[in-house]
C-alpha cells in the first residue's frame, strides 16, 4: 500500500509492524485536513457584480437590482440574460420557478457557465430552474440535453451553485422535443475549483439513441477540462439526486483522468435515491490524487460507487458512508487504488449482488492497485449476497480485507483468498469469518 501522505518521525522509528498500520491511520485522518486547508471554500472574486433575476409575475424587464430584479417568464428571456452575464458574476435567484432551454435546443441558442459566476438560489425548496429543450441529434428521437454546463471550449474555473433544484422535467422536454431516446444532465462543469452545496437535481433521464454514444446521464459532475490542465478543488456537498427518470445514469461524478497531476476535493453529506436498477450508479471518482467520498447516503443503487474506467487514480478515502439497498456490485473498483474503504455501512438487498468488487488487469482495462478495505459493517437483505470478490478470481496483490463485520447470509467468495491481507472479520455473532485458499 502506497497512500503519499507526510509521515511525521516520530512514526518512521515506531516497528514495522505497528508504523504500517499508523501509516494507513494516519494518511486516512490526514486527508480531510489537508483538503480542508488547501481548498477552504471558493467565494466570489473581489468586486464582483451581483445581479438579481425573478421568474415574475409580470411582464420581462427590471434593471437587475435587488430592488428591481430582471423578470424572466420564459426560457428565452432566462437565458438571454445570463448570456449577457459577465465572468466573476454573482446571480441572484429569487423564489420560483424559472425556465431555460440550457446549453441550447433547436432554434434556441441557451447560455453557457462562465468562468468566476456564483449562481445563488433562494433555497432547495424555494428556487427551481426547469429545462424545458434539448439538442437534437442528427438520429430520429434522440438527442441530449445539460442545464448547467461549462461548454466544450478552454474549461471554466472557480463556480459556485448552490440553494437550488435542478429540474431536468424528462417528460415536459420529450414532450416538447417529440424526442425519447435523450439523456438529461443537471450539471456538467469542466474545469477547476467548483463549489456545488445544497443543489437538488430531479427528473433527469439516460436514454439517448445516437449511435455509438453512451446514453449514460451524468446528472452532476465535474471534471478537469483534459490531461494538460489542472484538477483541483472539486467539492459537491449536502446535493440530493432522486426521481431519475429511467435509463443509465451517474449520480455525483468527478470524471475525466485527473489532469496533469490529479484531482482533490470532496463529495460530502449528498443523498442518491434511485430504484435498484440495472444502470444506476451512485458516486464516481476518477484520477484522484487526494479525495474524500464522505458521509453520504445512497438508497437503490445498483453500484453505490464505481470505477469502471482505466483512468488511474490514488489517494481516495472512501469513509463513513451508508450505502443502502445495493443491487450490484456496490463497490466497483476496476482502477485506481492505493486508497481506502473504511467504517462505512454497506446494504446488499439482491441475490448475487457484491459488495466489493475488484478487478485485476483483463482486455478492458489495466487493473486496479492495492485497496484496503476495513472497518466496515457488510449487511445482506437476502441470500445469496456476495461480500466481496476479484473479477474472474484473479486477485490484485497488495488489497487487505480486515477489521470487517459481515451480518446475514453472507458468501465469502472463493477468490476472497487472493486478499493480501485477511483478517479480523467477524460475523452477527461475533464468530471469525475465514477465506479458506
Not at 501522505?5 to 516520530?10: A, D, M, T, V
Not at 443537471?186 to 445544497?198: D, H, K, S
Amino acid at each position: 500500500m502506497n497512500v503519499h501522505f507526510p509521515i511525521p518521525p516520530s512514526e518512521s522509528r515506531l516497528p514495522a509492524r505497528v508504523c504500517s498500520r499508523d501509516r494507513r491511520n494516519h494518511a486516512a485522518a490526514r486527508v480531510g485536513l489537508l483538503l480542508t486547508l488547501l481548498f477552504a471554500g471558493l467565494t466570489p472574486a473581489l468586486g464582483a457584480s451581483k445581479y438579481w433575476l425573478s421568474p415574475g409575475p409580470g411582464q420581462p424587464g427590471g434593471s437587475g437590482t435587488e430592488a428591481d430584479p430582471w423578470i424572466t417568464p420564459t426560457a428565452a428571456e432566462f437565458d438571454a440574460r445570463l448570456r449577457q452575464l459577465p465572468p466573476d458574476a454573482i446571480i441572484q435567484l429569487g423564489a420560483g420557478a424559472f425556465e431555460t432551454h440550457g446549453w441550447g435546443s433547436p432554434g434556441q441558442p441557451g447560455f453557457l457557465v462562465k468562468t468566476g459566476w456564483t449562481l445563488q438560489g433562494a433555497g432547495m425548496d424555494k428556487t427551481t430552474v426547469r429545462l424545458v429543450g434539448c439538442v437534437a441529434d442528427q438520429q430520429a428521437g434522440s438527442g441530449i440535453g445539460r442545464m448547467f454546463f461549462s461548454g466544450w471550449g478552454p474549461g471554466v474555473e472557480r463556480v459556485v451553485m448552490r440553494d437550488f433544484t435542478a429540474d431536468c422535467n424528462h417528460t415536459g422536454v420529450a414532450r416538447a422535443m417529440q424526442r425519447t431516446a435523450i439523456s438529461l444532465e443537471a450539471i456538467n462543469l469542466m474545469g477547476r475549483e467548483f463549489r456545488i452545496e445544497r443543489v437538488r437535481a430531479i427528473n433527469a433521464l439516460g436514454r439517448r439513441g445516437a449511435a455509438g454514444v453512451n446514453p449514460e446521464s451524468f446528472i452532476i459532475a465535474v471534471a478537469p477540462r483534459d490531461d494538460t490542465t489542472d484538477a483541483t478543488g472539486y467539492w459537491v456537498e449536502d446535493c440530493v439526486v432522486d426521481r431519475f427518470g429511467g435509463g443509465d445514469c451517474t449520480a455525483i461524478g468527478l470524471l475525466g483522468k485527473g489532469g496533469k497531476a490529479g484531482a482533490t476535493g470532496a463529495f460530502r453529506r449528498n443523498q442518491i435515491l434511485l430504484d435498484g436498477k440495472p444502470g444506476r450508479f451512485g458516486f464516481s471518482a476518477h484520477g484522484t490524487r487526494e479525495f474524500v467520498i464522505e458521509n453520504n447516503r445512497t438508497r437503490g443503487t445498483s453500484r453505490a460507487f464505481n470505477w469502471d474506467t482505466p483512468a488511474p487514480g490514488r489517494n481516495l478515502l472512501i469513509r463513513s458512508n451508508e450505502f443502502l439497498q445495493c443491487t450490484g456490485w456496490a463497490l466497483n473498483l476496476c482502477s485506481g487504488g492505493d486508497s481506502i474503504i473504511e467504517n462505512n455501512l454497506i446494504e446488499l438487498s439482491a441475490p448475487e449482488a457484491i459488495g466489493v468488487h475488484i478487478s485485476g488487469a483483463n482486455s478492458v482495462f489495466g487493473g486496479a492497485r492495492p485497496w484496503i478495505v476495513r472497518s466496515n459493517q457488510f449487511r445482506a437483505r437476502g441470500s445469496g449476497t456476495i461480500v466481496a470478490r476479484f473479477y474472474e478470481g484473479k486477485a490484485v496483490p497488495g488489497c487487505v480485507f480486515e477489521g470487517n463485520r459481515l451480518q446475514g447470509r453472507l458468501k465469502v467468495d472463493p477468490s476472497a483468498a487472493g486478499f493480501t491481507v485477511w483478517r479480523n472479520n467477524r460475523d452477527a455473532g461475533n464468530r471469525m469469518v475465514r477465506a479458506d485458499r
